[in-house]
Structure formats: C-alpha cells, structure tokens
C-alpha cells in the first residue's frame, strides 16, 4: 500500500493492516469495502476526491466518503444514463451533461457518430482529471474533440442556454448539500428551458428501495413540467439497494426509432434490455410512477 496518505480520511480505516472504506447510508446502514490500494486522495475546493483500488468492486471513484462509480459496474449506470435517452430522440446533435466528472457518460454519448457537440458541464475540474488517469475504466480516458469540458456551476449554467441542447443527462450524486438543487422544480424548469422544441432530459432519480420519496417528487416536478415522461431502472450492485430509477421528460412522445441502433460495444445496454427496463416491479406501479 504504497499510496497510504500520512492522514487518513474518518471514512478509511486501518483495521489490522488492512484499509477499509466504510460509507454511510443515511443512519441506519453501513456498507464497508476492503481496499487494496489509495491511488488518490486529495480537498480540491469543492470536496474530498480519493481513487481506491479495491478487492471486489476494481477502482473506484469516492466523494466525500461515498462511492460514486466504480470499475466493475461503473459501465451499467453510464450507459443506461446515456444510451436510452439517446434512442429516443429522432436526431441528437447538440448533448448536455451536467456532472458526470467520472466521464462515463461522455464516453458514452460520443459513441454517436451523429452528434456533433458534447457539453460536459462539471464543477469539480480534479474529478475529471483523476478519473481520466487512474479511472479508465470507467472514463477510457476520454479525448474526443466533440466533448467540451467546461468547469461551472451546473445550475446557475444551465439558466443561460435557452433553446440550446437536443439531450440533456443529469448525472448527478445524491440530493445532499450542492447537489439538492440539481433535484428541484427550479432546476427542471430550466433545463426545459434549455431543451429544444422536439429535445428530453434524463435524469438518476435515486434508489425505490430506499429513496422512494426522491423518486416520487422527481416523477412529479418532471411530469408538470413535460407533456410525456416515464421512469426505467437499472441494477447498479455499487448502489444501495442495488435497484436504481432514471426519469426521462421528453417535449415529444416517447417512440423509440426502428431505424436507429445501439452501439456494438456496450457491455449492458441491448435492444432486449431497451424495452425490459420500463416495465417496473409491482410495488413502483402502485407508487403510480
């Protein structure tokens, strides 16, 4: 362990010679991984940012103590964000992601050779940078020249480019401290706003199993705003819960295009898994999402 900071993060542990991250889940649960290997750990202005190599899961990406993606399911949440909006509109050329430091997302979009601009809107410029060097993972390293990174405060961003992006993907972390916002009714109206007339928005909406209330206001504030919008799910084993939601809100209805095809290369997303992934378990339905 050869990149053991001197001042361990409270989150890490060193329990007999060996590192565990331990992260928290709300208050009543915990969930602890045993670490190979710190590869990273560093305060950029915004939060703690730390690379762990870990036992089971690969490298991992942590803020703050909480595990954001990681190597050996990173791929199923960046493509189910990416590939399923992408499906639905007839013709993407001008893409948003908001957050989405890890670079999966982009490196998903960009497998569209139609698209011709990717605008990566990310607060936090050191998560991007050690996710393209010690994460690849998850960001291949990502170096298209359609993808432009740019270092800004996703809402107050989002406020002035009206009429602007064919897909918009909001790759957020969980509705705590900054990034509540990115979960409200505000924020939504905005990024209508910023959609063009036949353009959708995706975004993470949490886990059912235990962030049902996050779900449901999500659903809610999208659904006043967008005359169609509908939930899919993912299983993301990294997540709590393992089962995790995706709202899209889409100016137009929702068909998904014959004449369009998935990327050859993904390791998740199929034609079989585009469809199975908007029937829900019974206890979503009688949420009425």
């Known amino acids: 362990m050869n990149n053991v900071p001197k001042q361990l993060p409270p989150y890490i542990k060193n329990e007999n010679g060996e590192l565990w991250l331990t992260e928290d889940e709300r208050e009543n649960l915990k969930i602890s991984y045993r670490i190979k290997d710190v590869i990273f750990s560093d305060q950029s202005p915004f939060q703690h940012v730390m690379i762990l190599d870990s036992y089971d899961f690969g490298r991992m990406l942590v803020l703050d103590g909480v595990v954001q993606t990681t190597s050996i399911d990173g791929h199923i949440y960046n493509e189910m964000i990416s590939h399923v909006p992408l499906q639905f509109h007839p013709s993407p050329k001008k893409v948003l992601i908001i957050g989405g430091g890890d670079c999966g997302a982009a490196r998903e979009v960009a497998k569209y050779k139609e698209i011709e601009e990717i605008h990566m809107v990310e607060i936090d410029e050191m998560v991007v940078k050690v996710c393209k060097e010690h994460l690849t993972d998850v960001s291949g390293n990502l170096s298209d020249p359609r993808v432009k990174f740019i270092y800004t405060d996703g809402v107050a961003f989002i ?8 897909v918009i993907i909001i790759d957020s972390s ?3 401290g900054p990034a509540k916002e990115l979960f409200s009714y505000e924020f939504y109206s905005n990024v209508y706003r910023a959609l063009k007339d036949d353009g959708l928005m995706v975004c993470q909406s949490q886990s059912p199993i235990f962030h049902m209330d996050v779900l449901k206001q999500t659903r809610a ?37 014959e ?19 908007f029937q829900l378990p019974q206890f979503m339905k009688q949420q009425r999402l």
């Open 259 to 277: 004449s369009k095809s998935i990327p050859n290369d993904t390791k998740y997303v199929n034609a079989d898994v585009l469809k199975q992934c």
């Open 159 to 166: 406020k002035e480019h009206a009429n602007t992006y064919d």
């Open 221 to 257: 504030n999208i659904n006043k705003l967008f005359p169609y919008s509908t939930v899919y799910t993912a299983t993301v084993p990294t997540y709590p819960g393992g089962l995790w939601s995706f709202t899209i809100g889409s100016k137009i209805p929702l068909s998904l295009s």
């Open 174 to 176: 969980d509705p705590v």
